[in-house]
């Protein structure tokens, strides 16, 4: 990637070479004014084991982080490679709000946070709000980490190179509902 050309070049170039890094594919969920509120991402990862912390980016004009920022609350499930469509509505700006934007989608309350977990993921986390700190036009959400658990035995979905990819099957693990 050369900074010649201008910015929309710029950002598609960036875009591309990013695009090789492979990513998992998650939906993150708080509840808003309206009810459940989620949003699909791609920019998760745990930050660490002691205390139990993991970050999201979102951006900053996003009706999750403004519900997040209203409850302290959110939630992150991990998306499993059956689920493409459940990961492009999500990522659909036009999809509906409140409980209309969930209709189809297996959900339920987190336990500990209240949140939306989507019950055909593969893992789901439980977070309590520590930080959003802006960063550009995204926002980076440090999340407490006070419930965690596998949902289904199966392998995540993956993004990289804008298109969806396929890992091996993960080795057995204890499933928790």
């Known amino acids: 990637m050369t900074s010649t050309g201008n910015g929309q ?10 695009g090789r890094f492979a990513t998992g594919v998650a939906v993150a969920t708080a509840v ?8 699909t991402v791609n920019s998760f990862t745990t930050v660490s084991l002691s205390p139990r912390m993991l970050l999201v980016c979102l951006r900053r004009d996003c009706r999750l982080l403004a519900a997040v920022r209203r409850t302290g ?4 499930t991990v998306l499993g490679d059956d689920q493409r469509e459940e990961a492009a509505w999500f990522a659909s700006r036009g999809r509906p709000a409140g409980a ?12 500990v946070t209240g949140c939306p977990r989507l019950t055909d993921g593969v893992a789901y986390f439980g977070c309590e709000a520590v930080s959003a700190d ?12 006070r419930s965690a658990g596998l949902l ?11 298109d969806y990819a396929r890992v091996a099957a993960p080795r057995e693990a204890q499933v928790a509902r």
């Open 152 to 162: 289904r035995p199966i392998p995540p979905l993956l993004f990289v190179d804008g």
């Open 32 to 39: 808003g004014p309206d009810g459940p509120v989620g949003m």
């Open 9 to 18: 070049d710029q950002e598609r170039a960036f875009r591309s070479v990013a």
């Open 73 to 76: 609350r959110f939630a992150v």
């Open 100 to 111: 209309d934007g969930f209709a189809g989608v297996a959900y339920d309350d987190e336990r």
């Open 134 to 145: 802006p960063a550009g036009d995204h926002a980076v959400l440090m999340g407490a980490v």
